[in-house]
């Protein structure tokens, strides 16, 4: 996981354009609904515009082809979801915390272009509608703003926050958390899957490689900088590494 800005790509227009204010105008409307009658129907929502094309292609440029928690790269056309980090309805905490799920949250960010983000689907599985938070959820209907603000989300969201803050990768491939927020991630997105242990270990020892077999000249270092430029695969979890915490 590394951090990742969303100024690479500009906010996909369709986001914003007519089609979604209708989408937006019938959320509207069925949360002004009874909440007894609210909860006996599903928020209406049109999939189509968070899987348009374009969609797709500004979060691939935002995530260079790479799943958003877990860095697998992704091909284009058929490997990656577009998945909202604030699940579009029943939100849950995690076992530990508590099992309650919200149903009103968070259909009203199903278009909010800062809740969609590419996902392998082994994650987007593993993710489902958890989304814990320490004490209580933002308000209905708030801002994305205010929702960052007012939370306290125990999954990462790798646009905000700096992850290095809450993991650390180990040179045999594992990740560890060192607080809550670190644990919850790992456990929720099960960043410690075998075929990533493996991947981030064999990154590891192509990194490592470059620094330690003999003298360090501009050739090597420039080979040690690409595997962790942004396009790189594993790039963050080879830049917190294990020891940026200890
Ligand atoms: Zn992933």
Known sequence: MRKVSRRTATRPEILY?????????????HYRL??????????PLSSKNWTSAE?????TEVFWSKCAYCETPL????DGYVSHHRPLSNAAGVPEQSSVASPDYYSWFAYEWENLFLSCVACNRAKRNLFPVRGPRAHLRSTWAEAEASEDALLINPCQVEPRKHMRFCPDGTVVGVDEVGNVTVNILDLNRSDL???RARRFRECLAWLWQGRIDDERLAGFR?????????CGAMRIGPASLS
């Open 226 to 234: 690409s595997a962790l430029s942004e396009e790189a695969p594993f």
């Open 197 to 199: 242990i493996r991947a």
């Open 75 to 78: 091909d284009y056309a058929d």
């Open 34 to 43: 009874d909440p007894q009658e609210r909860a006996r129907r599903r928020p």
């Open 55 to 59: 969609v797709r292609l500004a979060l």
């Open 17 to 29: 354009g007519g089609e979604v204010r209708v989408a937006k105008a019938s959320l509207a409307d």
